[in-house]
């Protein structure tokens, strides 16, 4: 099998992470810090004092079950295309869009659908496109955050977390 990975920021990462955990082809995620200023691992602290990186999920799935251009549709459907360093209630560089390929083939798909979207859309977006630069996990707690805290906060609706459950048993 060959699995492929895609970084996806869209606000705080628990309830991205959360999301995308729930569709089948997802085969692992890691929530992180991505395409930042520095070149070493940086704290929860640095990041939400406003150090640069966003909070990223990094999402492994198998294509031939999920493929990255539906990933993006999924992705789409669970953040504010429009809204600048922020999502929901969280305000910060940090909590900005952003769709980061690791791959030329990869940016093509991606900017294909990034262009099919913002026709739908009828105006651009503020979604950041671009090459992922770097990706650091975030410390063990925040992994799996509302896995180990079902109560724990989250921006987005529980009812996003329905659909993409019943988008999995497609």
């Given at each position: 099998m060959s699995f492929e990975k895609i970084a996806l920021a869209?606000?705080?990462?628990?309830?991205?992470e959360r999301y995308f955990q729930l569709l089948r082809g997802v085969i692992e995620t890691t929530v992180g810090y991505a395409n930042g200023p520095t070149d070493h691992s940086p704290s929860y602290e640095e990041v939400k004092h406003g150090l640069g990186h966003a909070e990223t999920v990094m999402i492994t799935f198998d294509p031939e079950i999920i493929t990255l251009e539906h990933l993006l549709e999924q992705y789409y459907t669970i953040i504010d295309p429009f809204?600048?360093?922020r999502q929901g209630h969280d305000e910060g560089i940090q909590y900005r869009t952003g769709i980061y390929y690791?791959?030329?083939?990869q940016r093509e798909t991606v900017e294909k659908s990034m262009k099919a979207f913002e026709a739908r859309l009828?105006?651009?977006?503020a979604i950041e496109v671009m090459k992922l630069a770097c990706f650091y996990p975030a410390e063990e707690y925040h992994q799996d955050y509302l896995?180990?805290?079902?109560?724990?906060y989250c921006h987005l609706p529980a009812s996003r977390f329905e659909e993409a459950k019943a988008y999995g048993r497609r």
């Open positions: 869209g606000g705080c990462f628990w309830g991205t809204s600048v360093n690791l791959s030329d083939s009828g105006k651009k977006t896995i180990k805290n079902p109560a724990g």
